[in-house]
Nanobody, 123 residues
Framework: QVQLVESGGGLVQAGGSLRLSCAAS????????MGWFRQFPGKEREFVAA????????RYADSVKGRFTISRDNARNTVYLQMNSLKPEDTAVYYC????????????????WGRGTQVTVSS
């Protein structure tokens, strides 16, 4: 079992930056591939970024490529999402997720999910 808690969301102006954190507990964090997702009101959850268990591989949605960076600190059991050049269309609830696998998982196929953190970008 893995428990995930996101933090770092908030209100920011367009062009600004936020860093989301996802703290994991309950299992061996370094065994898990991690991902970030977001959900717009009335829409399905969508993939944002993923990182392999070691951090050596990452993958991004085209909509965030070049602006967002996923990273992890296995010593701190934490995965991050650095979001730069934010746009109003990035406004959503952001979720982190974990899956017990060594490969990167750029899909919704994860075992554990956090409760999400709201990111609002004003124009």
């Amino acid at each position: 079992q893995v428990q995930l808690v996101e933090s770092g969301g908030g209100l920011v102006q367009a062009g600004g930056s936020l860093r989301l954190s996802c703290a994991a507990s309950g299992s061996t964090f370094s065994s898990y591939a991690m991902g970030w997702f977001r959900q717009f009101p009335g829409k399905e959850r969508e993939f944002v970024a993923a990182i392999s268990w070691s951090g050596s591989s990452t993958r991004y949605a085209d909509s965030v490529k070049g602006r967002f960076t996923i990273s992890r600190d296995n010593a701190r059991n934490t995965v991050y999402l650095q979001m730069n050049s934010l746009k109003p269309e990035d406004t959503a609830v952001y979720y982190c997720a974990a899956r017990n696998t060594k490969v990167i998982v750029p899909t919704l196929n994860y075992d554990y999910w956090g409760r999400g953190t709201q990111v609002t970008v004003s124009s």
